[in-house]
């Protein structure tokens, strides 16, 4: 578990479910994060199992307890890692995803073998953007993914972090 002021970063855990239902039923998340749609609480279920196999995914939750969002991070290569993030609108403007950002990135690149960080999200979406930015995150790239149909339908911007920066 990780620790910042307001929030704690956790493991996610079966009684969880409910609040990935939640994300996964509102239009809102699938749009702006591209966030699995969860059609029931099995499904839902499902996707806490596969969260608890990745390594790095973790609930973010107030000091109370409250899950307030998720943040991950995944191997990109052997020096790079990528991560994913999402806050419960409730909670948006209020710093709890760049103190949960900060936080993870601090212990991240404590490894000497980590040398950067990507994030993408998607173009249109410019609170991600601005706190990336803010988080000293330089847009690398835009990739239209609208030029490979029928499946996607939107572009996305990528952003980089190098350790020590």
Same mark, same amino acid.
């Given at each position: 578990?990780?620790?910042?002021?307001?929030?704690?970063?956790?493991?996610?855990?079966?009684?969880?479910?409910?609040?990935?239902?939640? %994300?996964?039923?509102? $239009?809102?998340?699938?749009?702006?994060?591209?966030?699995?749609?969860?059609?029931?609480?099995?499904? &839902?279920?499902?996707?806490?199992? !596969?969260?608890?196999?990745?390594?790095?995914?973790?609930?973010?939750? #107030?000091? @109370?307890?409250? &899950?307030?969002?998720?943040?991950?991070?995944? $191997?990109?290569?052997?020096? @790079?890692?990528? #991560?994913?993030?999402?806050?419960?609108?409730?909670?948006?403007?209020?710093?709890?995803?760049?103190? @949960?950002?900060?936080? +993870?990135?601090?212990?991240?690149?404590? =490894?000497?073998?980590?040398?950067?960080? %990507? !994030?993408?999200?998607?173009?249109? =979406?410019?609170? *991600?953007?601005? +706190? #990336?930015?803010?988080?000293?995150?330089?847009?690398?790239?835009? +990739?239209?993914?609208?030029?490979? *149909? $029928?499946?996607?339908?939107? @572009?996305?911007?990528?952003? +980089? #972090?190098?350790?020590?920066?």
């Amino acid at each position: 578990m990780l620790r910042g002021k307001r929030i704690c970063l956790r493991p996610l855990e079966a009684g969880d479910a409910g609040q990935l239902l939640a %994300w996964g039923q509102d $239009p809102y998340y699938q749009q702006t994060a591209g966030f699995a749609h969860y059609r029931d609480l099995e499904e &839902a279920r499902q996707g806490v199992l !596969a969260y608890q196999q990745r390594p790095a995914s973790y609930m973010i939750c #107030l000091k @109370s307890g409250q &899950a307030i969002g998720l943040l991950e991070l995944y $191997p990109r290569d052997a020096q @790079s890692r990528e #991560l994913g993030f999402l806050l419960d609108k409730k909670f948006q403007g209020q710093g709890y995803m760049t103190e @949960s950002i900060r936080c +993870l990135l601090a212990e991240v690149f404590k =490894n000497p073998e980590i040398k950067e960080v %990507w !994030a993408g999200c998607k173009s249109g =979406n410019l609170r *991600p953007q601005q +706190l #990336l930015k803010k988080l000293g995150f330089k847009e690398m790239y835009e +990739l239209d993914y609208r030029q490979i *149909p $029928p499946f996607l339908d939107f @572009s996305a911007k990528y952003y +980089l #972090l190098k350790s020590g920066e």
